[in-house]
């Protein structure tokens, strides 16, 4: 049941009111139980969907995938500077690259654990190369689909680029445990224990850091396509 925890909370406030509890102290745990019933409404309408990371996986393949095909297509063809022919610059593709850029555009989602911060910058740093990639498109389009595929690129990266600036301001981007009371607190509350990896060495301001670095490059490539363009 997704309602345990008020449940469980209302059963010990009857319980507690049929034993000998001051009045006083029932009344002061009784205001938490709106807290509760809250906290498990939130809990039961923002868990994510697991066919979600299928999705975005899926999406993301598919980006990777056919840009290899244009790489050895290159190769093949001795084209060096790949022409793009299964990942072109497009409205298709455009829709599937929305798709894997779910992570870095979800506001609310703190995601705090190491990997999931990872999976989100990681999301932005593949941006990077998907823009490099559509640069040999743009000699292959007329004037009036290269100025609409340039508007719907530049809409999302505007909207990527505000969105992370969002999150590095509000702390979703590394809201890590760094030092010993948050590892601590963090292994209370979510009733897990910190393991020590390699990953863990890296902290809030590192990932503040990757994140300024990677909406950088995003604005960069985005300048280069808009004046190529």
Same mark, same amino acid.
């Given at each position: 049941?997704? %309602?345990?925890?008020? #449940?469980?909370?209302?059963?010990?406030?009857?319980?507690?009111?049929?034993?000998?509890?001051?009045?006083?102290?029932?009344?002061?745990?009784?205001?938490?139980?709106? +807290?509760?019933?809250? $906290?498990?409404?939130?809990?039961?309408?923002?868990?994510?969907?697991?066919? $979600?990371?299928?999705?975005?996986?899926?999406?993301?393949?598919?980006?990777?995938?056919?840009?290899?095909?244009?790489?050895?297509?290159?190769?093949?063809?001795?084209?060096?500077?790949?022409?793009?022919?299964?990942?072109?610059?497009?409205?298709?593709? #455009?829709?599937?690259?929305?798709?894997?850029?779910? #992570?870095?555009?979800?506001?609310?989602?703190?995601?705090?654990?190491?990997?999931?911060?990872?999976?989100?910058?990681? +999301?932005?740093?593949?941006?990077?190369?998907?823009?490099?990639?559509?640069?040999?498109?743009?000699?292959?389009?007329?004037?009036?689909?290269?100025?609409?595929?340039?508007?719907?690129?530049?809409?999302?990266?505007?909207?990527?680029?505000?969105?992370?600036?969002?999150?590095? +301001?509000?702390?979703?981007?590394?809201?890590?445990?760094?030092?010993? %009371?948050?590892?601590?607190?963090?292994?209370?509350?979510?009733?897990?224990?910190?393991?020590?990896?390699?990953?863990?060495? /890296?902290?809030?301001?590192?990932?503040?850091?990757?994140?300024?670095?990677?909406?950088?490059?995003? /604005?960069?490539? /985005?300048?280069?396509?808009?004046?190529?363009?």
């Amino acid at each position: 049941m997704v %309602f345990n925890n008020t #449940l469980e909370y209302l059963d010990l406030m009857d319980r507690l009111n049929q034993t000998k509890t001051p009045d006083d102290v029932v009344r002061n745990l009784t205001r938490f139980k709106i +807290s509760i019933y809250e $906290s498990d409404l939130e809990k039961k309408y923002g868990e994510p969907l697991e066919v $979600s990371g299928y999705y975005i996986l899926f999406a993301s393949l598919c980006c990777i995938i056919a840009m290899g095909f244009d790489l050895v297509h290159g190769f093949w063809s001795k084209k060096l500077w790949f022409p793009v022919k299964y990942f072109p610059f497009n409205a298709v593709t #455009l829709a599937g690259i929305t798709v894997a850029m779910k #992570l870095p555009v979800d506001l609310s989602g703190s995601m705090p654990g190491v990997v999931d911060q990872v999976a989100k910058l990681g +999301s932005i740093a593949f941006m990077c190369p998907i823009m490099a990639n559509f640069l040999p498109s743009l000699a292959t389009m007329n004037s009036n689909v290269l100025l609409t595929n340039v508007i719907a690129l530049g809409v999302l990266i505007i909207t990527l680029v505000v969105n992370i600036c969002i999150q590095i +301001s509000t702390g979703v981007v590394g809201n890590i445990p760094n030092n010993k %009371f948050d590892i601590e607190l963090f292994e209370d509350v979510y009733d897990f224990e910190y393991e020590a990896t390699e990953l863990w060495s /890296l902290n809030d301001q590192v990932m503040k850091t990757i994140a300024i670095l990677d909406v950088a490059l995003l /604005l960069l490539l /985005l300048i280069i396509l808009v004046s190529s363009s």
